[in-house]
């Protein structure tokens, strides 16, 4: 077994681990009444996706760093023979799901002494630089190995070695034992649950990890994206967020111009997640009354005769949404990592699915928004907004305004922007978050909101935009908040009342985001690296009020790590 030098103090351990520096996610628990009241089909089907989840989990460690899984086994051993330091070290561990990540600081943690984070995580080789990176694609295309080169700028392959050269190896290939294992188990649930289409989905998934055929997986897309009425709910989420290799060669010219000549799109990596929940019924209709919607959401949109998108004048809204009551988030969806996912829209728009008649779907996680402590809340409230605007705070109202900013995913250009590189993500993150505000008096209008609602919305996702500190640029869902509040108090969106609280200048909101917008959707058409870093560059800008803001949180907010607590899982996996 290989051994490690832990980096964390004891000092710095116990104060992570404590339960007022470290957040809980309570998921469904053994005997919650939404697992006791599935039929005896569904219970045995939650089983196998759990073990499924599990095996996804371990998988994707190993793309996000090659010493996960030896660290992993380092702790337990060390935790077993009462390592007190190792086992304080194994609760941070299994939280971020991995040695690196950061906290709600925006500070790195690194677990073990000596394992940095890698530009290219565990899917590219550990001691490649992104000079010789460039340098040996550039060599690759004029030598003529143009397949050999897509193979490696897929979003699906594992980056390796080859003599002089590097060779891109199919997920699917490289971790063929253990994605035979989550098809095993995908097939188990399939028999066992009630529901036909979402046994017809685990049987279309489980033959696409059985085989590295992209059109496999778009099969499996096409029909998950289909599910509205079923009892449980599995994901393998597939997102790039984490590669920040692939996004370096828009920076390079010569690189950038041979690959348009070969006709070659370098897509970043996909990191894995499993989802496992069972979906909530009232939840749900609550979501879908946006649906009929959407069509008019669309027709609104910036530039909207320029581009196309899912959602489009000539079909119906291709957009199923659901609300879940979590059972597991494993893998890249459950990371905690300075935060935790709330909802996800997928298939992103790199994936195959979308460009054979497929749509998207929205998967919302209600146990991660909830709020379990009130007076937390109002605390923070009392801090940093004004108190003339308290009875426009509604913390169901940040759930309205991710609905918005969900489904905004599936507005705007459909095509990828891969042309935008490190910068891609954040401008798709602020067009989302700005579509979810620039119609929400339209959808007043039409009738979605009440007046009052409407309030609630700009007021409530005015004041959680604010962080506890400045965000690195990796962070693209915190680098758009920052961008955000430079960008409204720059027109007046909102300003700091004389004792350093937010007062919302509410009728200003939605001109400002519709503004904000138009800008970024020009940006996405045009795919345009420099003017995508021009932008960014401008906005991202920590000010003095975002820091008399951030103050004020840190103060009433110690957290600083995450943790995902699963009972009804955990006690499934045990039983075998």
């Not at 219970?43 to 499924?52: F, G, P, T, V």
């Not at 289909?226 to 828009?250: A, H, S």
């Not at 979906?279 to 946006?290: C, E, M, R, S």
């Not at 509604?394 to 969900?406: N, Q, V």
């Amino acid at each position: 077994m290989e051994t490690f030098e832990l980096n964390l103090s004891m000092k710095e351990l116990e104060k992570r681990t404590h339960k007022d520096y470290l957040v809980t996610k309570k998921f469904l628990k053994a005997d919650a009444p939404e697992y006791l009241a599935l039929a005896d089909g569904d219970k045995k089907a939650l089983k196998h996706l759990c073990k499924a989840a599990e095996i996804i989990e371990k998988i994707n460690m190993q793309l996000d760093c090659h010493h996960n899984l030896a660290v992993k086994e380092f702790l337990e051993e060390e935790s077993k023979k009462n390592n007190k330091q190792a086992k304080l070290t194994k609760i941070l561990f299994d939280a971020q799901k991995g040695v690196n990540a950061i906290d709600t600081m925006s500070n790195p943690i690194r677990l073990i002494k000596g394992i940095d984070e890698k530009p290219g995580k565990g899917v590219y080789p550990e001691n490649l630089s992104k000079e010789e990176f460039h340098n040996v694609l550039i060599r690759m295309l004029k030598e003529g190995k143009i397949e050999d080169v897509k193979e490696i700028l897929t979003q699906r392959s594992v980056v390796v070695r080859a003599a002089e050269d590097l060779a891109g190896i199919d997920y699917i290939d490289y971790f063929k034992e253990d994605f035979s294992k989550v098809a095993y188990e995908l097939n188990r649930a399939a028999e066992y649950s009630t529901n036909k289409d979402f046994s017809e989905y685990l049987n279309l998934q489980a033959k696409a990890l059985r085989t590295p055929d992209p059109m496999l997986d778009a099969y499996a897309d096409k029909k998950w994206a289909e599910l509205q009425d079923t009892p449980l709910e599995f994901t393998i989420t597939r997102e790039n967020y984490e590669d920040e290799m692939t996004g370096t060669i828009v920076e390079n010219e010569e690189l950038s111009a041979l690959l348009e000549e070969h006709g070659i799109s370098p897509i970043p990596k996909d990191f894995l997640g499993g989802r496992v929940g069972i979906v909530n019924k009232q939840g749900t209709q609550d979501l879908i009354k946006i649906k009929k919607y959407l069509q008019v959401l669309a027709d609104n949109m910036p530039f909207n005769d320029e581009y196309t998108q899912t959602i489009s004048a000539e079909n119906d809204a291709q957009q199923t949404m659901v609300d879940v009551d979590m059972v597991m988030a494993a893998g890249d969806v459950g990371e905690y990592r300075g935060g935790i996912t709330l909802a996800e829209n997928l298939p992103n728009s790199d994936k195959l699915s979308l460009t054979i008649g497929g749509g998207r779907r929205n998967v919302y996680h209600r146990q991660i928004r909830f709020i379990s402590d009130k007076s937390k809340l109002q605390e923070r409230l009392d801090a940093i907004l004004d108190k003339s605007q308290h009875q426009y705070y509604l913390d169901e109202a940040d759930h309205w305004f991710t609905i918005g900013h969900e489904n905004a995913h599936s507005l705007g250009p459909k095509e990828s922007s891969e042309k935008l590189g490190k910068y891609r993500n954040i401008i798709e993150e602020n067009k989302a978050d700005m579509g979810a505000l620039a119609f929400v008096d339209l959808l007043t209008e039409l009738g979605m909101y009440t007046q009052e609602q409407r309030l609630q919305i700009i007021v409530t996702t005015m004041a959680d935009n604010f962080l506890k500190s400045k965000p690195t640029m990796s962070q693209a869902h915190r680098v758009r908040t920052v961008m955000q509040n430079k960008y409204f108090a720059e027109r007046g969106g909102y300003e700091l009342t004389k004792d350093g609280k937010i007062l919302v200048n509410i009728d200003k909101v939605v001109p400002i985001a519709k503004e904000m917008l138009a800008e970024i959707v020009r940006i996405q058409i045009d795919g345009d690296f420099n003017k995508a870093e021009q932008y960014v560059n401008e906005n991202f800008v920590w000010t003095d009020n975002m820091e008399v803001i951030a103050n004020k949180l840190q103060k009433v907010n110690k957290a600083l790590n995450g943790t995902l607590e699963t009972e009804l899982a955990d006690k499934l996996l045990a039983e075998g």
